[in-house]
Structure formats: structure tokens, C-alpha cells
Nanobody, 127 residues
Framework: QVQLVESGGGSVQAGGSLRLSCAAS????????MGWFRQAPGKEREGVVT???????YYNDSLKGRFTISLDNAKNTVYLQMNMLKPEDTAMYYC?????????????????????WGQGTQVTVSS
């Protein structure tokens, strides 16, 4: 079991930036998938980006270029840098992790079916 704690959410004007952090209670290994997901009111949860093992990343094509995932292995933390934010980016952002047999498959498809989830951090972008 791994605990995930997100932070860094808040309110920002359109065009602004935020960096989200997700601290994990245990270190990653070569078969760990971690990722960021979001859910807006009335909408299904969607994948933003995942990162597998040593650093292979998979981005939601519609967000690539504005959002960037990164790792700090020493701190067991994964980050999401979000730039040029838009009102439609308003959502609860979740961090997730998976070390199951299917972790690589789930990562490559930015699957919302990862095993472990944080509580989320709210991002609100005003116009």
C-alpha cells in the first residue's frame, strides 16, 4: 500500500501557472506507474500524464505542451507543472500510482484504473 498526498492547488487567473506536488509514502521502482489525473464537475475523470519506471512519459495529447511531469526520487515526489492555464483546466487534480502486473499497460494508456489514489487538490482558473 502506498499513500499519496497532493498539494499546490489554488486559484489562478487564466494564463498563469501552478505546480502541483504529490508526495508518496514509499519510493518508486522500475515497474511503478505514477500519474496525474483530473475531474471537473459533472465530467468523468481524465488522464493528464503518466510516468513509468525510469521516466517514460505519456501525455494526454490535448494538454501536452502546457503541462509537464517531473520526478524527485530523493523526495519520493512527482510534480505537475501547469503553464498557460485556461478556465477549462479547472478541476480536482489527483495523483495516482500503480505497481501491479499491469502497471506498464495502464501507464501507456493513461488509464484511470490505477490502484492507489490521493485525495486530490483543487485547481481553479478564472478568466
Amino acid at each position: 500500500q502506498v499513500q499519496l498526498v497532493e498539494s499546490g492547488g489554488g486559484s489562478v487567473q487564466a494564463g498563469g501557472s501552478l505546480r502541483l506536488s504529490c508526495a508518496a509514502s514509499r519510493s518508486r521502482d522500475s515497474s511503478t506507474c505514477m500519474g496525474w489525473f483530473r475531474q471537473a464537475p459533472g465530467k468523468e475523470r481524465e488522464g493528464v500524464v503518466t510516468i513509468y519506471g525510469g521516466g517514460q512519459t505519456y501525455y494526454n495529447d490535448s494538454l501536452k505542451g502546457r503541462f509537464t511531469i517531473s520526478l524527485d526520487n530523493a523526495k519520493n515526489t512527482v510534480y505537475l507543472q501547469m503553464n498557460m492555464l485556461k478556465p477549462e483546466d479547472t478541476a480536482m487534480y489527483y495523483c495516482a500510482a500503480d505497481r501491479s502486473y499491469w502497471s506498464m499497460y495502464k501507464c501507456s494508456r493513461i488509464s484511470t484504473n490505477l490502484d492507489h489514489w490521493g485525495q486530490g487538490t483543487q485547481v481553479t482558473v478564472s478568466s
